[in-house]
């Protein structure tokens, strides 16, 4: 399992991590844990979470994904060994992480998610905690193929009307850095303007650099290299790929139409990011193009984000022991240019579907 340094900090981590937002709605405490002994004992040194975790997202089982694997280091006593990640929600409506208000990027709504993150995860410190959206209003995802509204112009304080400046936020992560809460500061859904702004503000000394951005990369949403790759190459920001099987479009388990009992498409209804028109062929020309190089889809699409030289590390995910076993023996499969070059002849044609 290799391991890569993440943005310009004195954290390698490998290239595969492991990912956690069925834990505590698909997967049970137990399940969670036998995922993380299993990662663990392969080698992978790195978990992601979420404040907002499980997926989909309910007040009744919201922070239940930090509580698990709370639970786990402390019976393992290995938090010194966990290169750990959490993230604070973007502006919501929803009102259950405050108490029974509507959150936004703002300081008392920061420290109370941190203060109750750390808390459950049983820990003193996050190496990185990230902001899980931007709070600006745009596109999910933040690197979409086209745009509909022009966004709002700034006012003198650089944003608009109630929306929390850049500044005033990256203030607030130098405070958790220096109280020894966080390590440091990463960002996901985010857009090339707002690494950049971010980056922009920290190098005029009011906050912490941006160490890392999460956002979605697989086979049927390359959008992260247009203008991102760039960004993140010369900025020294490591790149965390969510996402690599599409929500498990690529798979094969969804092909032709297939919604098997008990799949995330059948159970939750939440795929509609990869139901967009045209998706459906993309994705099967990709998984029988898998198959072609005697592969399995979900093995193939894992691998081929875990290769990409941009990446730092892929965070990959898993309902059960069998997908969580095929998706860390990605990191062994070679990627040879015949498979770039096939796979770069598909996008060719069918571009991003789904971004």
Not at 10 to 26: A, F, H, P, R, Y
Not at 63 to 69: L, N, P
Not at 80 to 99: E, Q, Y
Not at 223 to 249: I, K, M
């Amino acid at each position: 399992m290799h391991k890569r340094r993440l943005g310009r900090t004195d954290l390698l981590v490998t290239q595969i991590c492991l990912g956690s937002m069925t834990w505590g709605q698909q997967n049970t405490e137990a399940e969670g844990h036998a995922q993380m002994d299993l990662a663990f004992e392969r080698g992978v040194n790195f978990i992601d979470t979420a404040e907002l975790y499980p997926i989909p997202p309910k007040e009744e089982t919201q922070g239940r994904t930090e509580r698990f694997i709370g639970s786990w280091m402390k019976a393992k006593g290995n938090r010194d060994k966990v290169i750990l990640a959490s993230k604070v929600v973007g502006r919501t409506a929803n009102r259950w992480f405050r108490g029974d208000r509507p959150s936004k990027l703002v300081r008392a709504d920061i420290f109370d998610a941190i203060d109750k993150s750390l808390a459950k995860l049983g820990t003193d410190y996050l190496d990185l905690y990230q902001i899980h959206w931007p709070e600006r209003d745009i596109p999910w995802g933040a690197n979409p193929t086209r745009v509909g509204a022009t966004p709002r112009r700034a006012d003198a304080v650089g944003a608009p009307a109630g929306e929390t400046p850049i500044a005033e936020t990256l203030a607030v992560f130098e405070e958790l850095v220096k109280a020894g809460k966080i390590r440091h500061l990463g960002l996901s859904n985010e857009s090339s303007w707002g690494v950049m702004r971010f980056i922009a503000e920290a190098d005029k000394g009011l906050g912490p650099r941006v160490v890392s951005l999460q956002n979605a990369y697989n086979l049927v949403n390359r959008t992260f290299e247009v203008n991102l790759a760039e960004v993140c190459e010369r900025e020294e920001v490591g790149f965390l790929a969510y996402s690599p099987l599409a929500q498990g479009y690529l798979t094969g388990k969804y092909d032709h139409g297939a919604r098997p009992q008990g799949s995330r498409s059948q159970l939750f209804n939440r795929g509609q990011r990869y139901e967009t028109p045209n998706a459906a062929e993309a994705q099967l020309e990709y998984n029988e193009l898998a198959r072609s190089f005697g592969l399995e889809p979900a093995l193939f699409a894992n691998a081929y984000v875990a290769s990409r030289p941009f990446v730092t590390s892929s965070i990959i995910g898993a309902t059960t022991i069998a997908q969580l076993e095929m998706a860390l023996s990605s990191a062994d499969v070679t990627w040879t240019d015949e498979m770039q070059k096939a796979v770069d002849a598909i996008h060719q044609r069918v571009g991003n579907p789904c971004p």
